[in-house]
């Protein structure tokens, strides 16, 4: 098992792709720096030379959008939140309006945390083409798993049966269970043995609490359930029922 700083520089190289323009990036924390989705993102920043900006915390997050239009990012890094607030504020504009709102250096949007809307989604396909990478998957203990549903390189997933929610690897059309995570940038809980213990299998697969459902080659991987009570809120935010 890797350490955490290892796992630092993986999630940082995966997040974002060195420009041939040599261009610096630059990007604007649209959520608090507590969740691991902004640490990412800053880290990324920092680690390519380029500009990270916060919010103030006295500011609604209503003015997000706004925030990023001033920022001209060249990434965003997005949660649902954020892109309910874009679709509202300009889905009856032009689709170029809408495209040109952040400024000529943008070339990566995608989102993640928790799924989008098919229609929120789709508007994002519609107005930022090729520039839309789409929603991710992942946890800070591993990186990133999946872009797009699919399984990104360097990671090993596997399901494991979960009878009492009827979930098994043997169902069909396609097998289903909870989603065992073995990656590149793993990392433990930092001074608490135990709790690193519980979270990851003997074999050294992080236990995700998630259901997942893989196709017939095991490359594309979808998220349906959870085996647990934990739920996502639209800005990346998590409780229990």
Known sequence: MHDCNNNFLSVSLQSYNVDE???????????????????????????????????????????????????QPSAILGVPALWNLFYAQFRHL???????????????????????????N??????????????????????????KEEIVPGVEVRLRDVPELGFYYSDKPLPRGEILVKT???????????????AYTEEGYYITGDIGELDEQARRLRVIDRVGDLFKSMNGGSGRV
């Open 21 to 71: 323009d040599g261009d610096n990036p630059a990007q604007l924390a649209v959520c608090s720096l507590s969740y691991s989705l902004e640490r990412d993102c800053c880290q990324t920043m920092l680690l390519f030379g380029g500009r990270f900006a916060l919010m103030p915390s006295w500011m609604p997050f209503s003015h997000s959008v706004t925030e990023l239009c001033e920022v």
């Open 94 to 120: 032009p689709v170029a309006s809408a495209r040109a709102a952040f400024g000529p250096q943008l070339k990566s949007v995608s989102s993640g945390t928790a799924p989008l809307s098919p229609e929120v």
């Open 122 to 147: 789709s508007y994002l396909q519609q107005v930022f083409g090729a520039r839309y990478v789409g929603s991710g998957y992942g946890t800070s203990e591993t990186g990133m798993i999946a872009l």
């Open 184 to 198: 590149e940038g793993m990392a433990t809980y930092w001074k608490d043995a135990a709790r690193t213990r519980e």
